[in-house]
């Protein structure tokens, strides 16, 4: 599966974001959906994700009551809802998809195709 990610750009601090995942080639019905994060100088870090079975939804404590997933009816796009934006949040998001355990959602060794990255720029 082929993810594109799209809609970083540059906000102030308070503003919001909506990131958007679109797969091509077939739709993420069997697998499960994650974003995460880069900043730059550090490592990539997990921001949340959509669990295929069930379809709940887990985040980072950083980001929890701020951000939000979510996703469309075709199952061909999935949403990262960004909220009260922190200078903080400034970092290289990126879309992913796996087949992991539940247990390691957060991990990005267990999602096997990954998106291009989206800059979200946040102003102080």
Avoid: H
Avoid at 89 to 98: K, L
């Amino acid at each position: 599966v082929q993810l594109q990610a799209s809609g970083g750009g540059l906000v102030q601090a308070g503003g919001s974001l909506r990131l958007s995942c679109a797969a091509s080639g077939r739709t993420f019905s069997r697998y499960n959906m994650g974003w995460f994060r880069q900043a730059p100088g550090k490592e990539r870090e997990f921001v949340g994700c959509l669990w295929r079975s069930g379809g709940r939804t887990y985040y980072a404590d950083s980001v929890k009551g701020r951000f939000t997933i979510s996703r469309d009816n075709a199952g061909i796009t999935i949403y990262l809802q960004m909220n009260s934006l922190k200078a903080e949040d400034t970092a290289v998001y990126y879309c992913a998809a796996g087949q992991g355990v539940l247990s390691g959602y957060s991990d990005p060794a267990l999602y096997n195709y990954w998106g291009q990255g989206t800059l979200v720029t946040v102003s102080s």
